[in-house]
């Protein structure tokens, strides 16, 4: 049940992506050309001194924002557009729940970013002959436990949008503060450490660019980070789900 | 003489029929709403949208819930949907609390409010049925026959390829109760599904309502504000008014109660006067309808016994007949006067 649930989710996933082909094109051709830019514009501005440490560090960067940038619209848009139409009604009636199809979705939508991202960024690197050495099992597997903070942030604001309807301004506001959580220092251990995504982007950057190792606990140590945003996420969405349910608002516009 | 014995054998099962002890044991009751309330907050004193509601059906039954805009026909649906929390009271859906057992009866449940916007628009028809299909755990592949019967049955095959934001709204309508069928609920609960449609595809509804609860035993929820709508398909009716409902029954049955009135229409070969009108008010107490500056008139009265005497003082006046049509009361007429007092 939940195998066909899920497939079925997946094939959901895709044929919007294809639908929407002219929006999913342009989402790739903008992140292609950012890293056009990142390549050559910061070479000319800041000449041929640049270290080739930062510049990686650039990439990685903004590859994984664009991951969680994905991962947040994912979620929050989503809950957002489909309260105000009737469809989020339609899926609080199905047996395997609510927050399972949910789930199934973000999976969906997170498997759909990681053949985006990566293949621009293998087309980047094609383009500009520059060939960044990564170690794409580690570098997915960072990913993958740090992403549920992410959905967390995401579960946070879709669940303001089921009460309050039209958020989109401050969906907009939160990619700029993803930009932080992307970029600030967390290893070794310091109270950056603790913000949602952080650990994983920065282990990820200090992998990538400098060939660094991590202990087994500090993937623990992501991924207990993330689940704890996750489901912190989780519960302030029910506490609105059940605020709309009460409201009459689930599908209510 | 068979043909008279035959009419013999059937009054006496109807009348068998007709008793509540006999007919109770032949249908299974499915749903059971017992005094639902339900309020939201507002600025002054909580608005009452439900107050003590209660009510049951049978499988093989379409019950209408009617009722003015804002008295809480949607709310009910809601409600037994679980979409929606109420406040007070218990619903029951094959036994089952569908609060607490919630998970035992969505299956036995399908419903469709606002249809045209319960579905995918981006997604074709069969995508659609498809993906609410694979929601609830139902292989595409494995069901590929009882999808097409549905396709066929709600006239969706030839488009079933087709993006539904492409569809009309009266296709887009079927294509959402298309999708709350694939797992056969055995309740099914629609909320204004001929909203917009053309008289066509609300006919084909209309059929294909009558036989989904007919031949597949199944309970349907209706409403509507299409009064010829709720006549034709529905076996009880439900009217509420604001939040309470003021009268429940079998349509004859308010037909019945609520005096069916006759309803005349008298074309002349000339305009009436005045005085002509006075002497047809001296006859019998008519309520006139209408009195058109043509040379017809309507007007309603409880029998017809009186209408001789309107012959005859037409004749008296020396005025030529040129029409006369009578109609009865039609179900629109009926519930205006039920949620009038
Ligand atoms: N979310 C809400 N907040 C406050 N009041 C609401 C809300 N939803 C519905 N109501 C009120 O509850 C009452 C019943 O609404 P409901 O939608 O059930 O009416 P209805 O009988 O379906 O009407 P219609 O024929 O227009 O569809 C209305 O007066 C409506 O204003
Ligand atoms: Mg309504």
Redesign the interface.
């Known amino acids: 049940m939940y195998w066909v649930a899920f497939k079925g989710e997946l094939t959901r996933t895709f044929i919007k992506a294809k639908r929407y082909g002219f929006d999913t094109l342009s989402r790739l051709l903008m992140t292609y050309f950012v890293f056009i830019a990142i390549f050559y514009g910061l070479k000319f501005m800041t000449g041929p001194t640049l270290n080739g440490g930062k510049l990686d560090e650039l990439i990685i960067g903004y590859i994984l924002w664009t991951f969680a940038v994905s991962a947040y619209f994912e979620n929050s848009y989503d809950l957002a557009e489909e309260s105000t139409i009737g469809t989020l009604e339609q899926l609080h009636l199905a047996p395997i729940g609510f927050h399972t199809i949910v789930l199934f979705r973000m999976i969906s939508g997170y498997l759909l970013s990681i053949i985006y991202n990566i293949s621009v960024l293998y087309l980047t690197m094609l383009t500009t002959g520059r060939w960044l050495d990564l170690p794409i099992f580690n570098f997915l597997l960072i990913v993958t436990l740090a992403i549920p903070s992410i959905y967390g942030i995401g579960y946070i604001f879709g669940g303001l949008a089921l009460v309050y309807k039209k958020i989109e301004s401050s969906l907009m506001l939160i990619q700029f503060i993803l930009i932080l959580f992307v970029s600030l220092p967390a290893w070794p251990l310091q109270k950056t450490s603790f913000l949602p995504f952080t650990a994983g982007a920065h282990s990820i950057n200090r992998m990538v660019v400098y060939g660094e190792s991590f202990p087994v606990w500090w993937y623990f140590f992501i991924l207990g980070i993330s689940l704890f945003y996750f489901f912190l996420g989780l519960g302030i969405f029910k506490l609105f789900e059940t605020k709309a349910r009460r409201l009459n608002l689930l599908g209510q516009y | 003489m068979q043909s008279h014995l035959k009419n013999n054998c059937q009054v006496i099962v109807s009348f068998l029929l007709s008793r509540p002890y006999y007919k109770r044991p032949l249908m299974k009751e499915i749903l059971e709403v017992k005094h639902i309330f339900k309020s ?2 507002t600025k002054s004193e909580p608005f009452k949208a439900l107050d003590d509601i209660s009510f049951s059906a049978c499988e093989g039954e379409v019950l209408g819930l009617l009722g003015p805009n804002g008295s809480g026909k949607t ?1 009910i649906i ?1 409600s037994i ?1 679980s ?3 109420y406040d007070k009271g218990q619903v029951l859906i094959n036994g089952f609390d569908n609060i607490k057992d919630r ?1 035992k009866v ?2 036995f ?3 469709v ?2 249809g045209n ?4 628009w ?2 074709s028809v069969l ?1 659609n049925i ?10 595409k592949k494995r069901s590929k026959e009882k999808i097409n019967q549905i396709l066929k049955d709600l006239m969706l095959e030839e488009i079933k390829n087709k ?1 539904v934001r492409l569809l009309s709204r009266g296709m887009k309508q079927k294509v959402s109760i298309a ?2 069928l694939v797992h056969a609920p055995n309740l099914l609960l629609l909320d204004e599904p001929t909203l917009g449609l053309d008289i066509e595809i609300s006919r084909g509804m209309e059929k294909w309502i009558t036989k989904y609860s007919k031949e597949e035993k199944k309970c349907i929820i209706v409403t509507s504000h299409d009064m010829d709508f709720i006549e034709t398909v529905c076996d009880r009716v439900i009217i509420i008014q604001k939040g309470k409902i003021t009268f429940q029954g079998p349509v004859k049955e308010i037909k019945k109660k609520y005096h069916n009135h006759k309803r005349v229409r008298i074309t002349l070969d000339r305009q009436i006067n005045e005085s002509f009108k006075t002497s047809l008010k001296e006859i019998c107490d008519l309520s006139f309808e209408t009195v058109e500056e043509t040379s017809a008139f309507s007007f309603k009265m409880e029998n017809l016994n009186s209408l001789p005497l309107i012959m005859d003082s037409i004749k008296n006046h020396n005025i030529k007949l040129q029409d006369i049509h009578t109609s009865e009361d039609r179900f629109e007429d009926i519930f205006m006067e039920i949620i009038k007092d």
């Open positions: 939201y907050p709310t809601k949907a979409l929606l929390e998970k969505l299956p449940l399908g419903a409010l606002d916007r319960n579905i995918y981006r997604l995508e498809h993906y609410f299909a694979g929601l609830r755990g139902i292989d993006e999708c709350s």
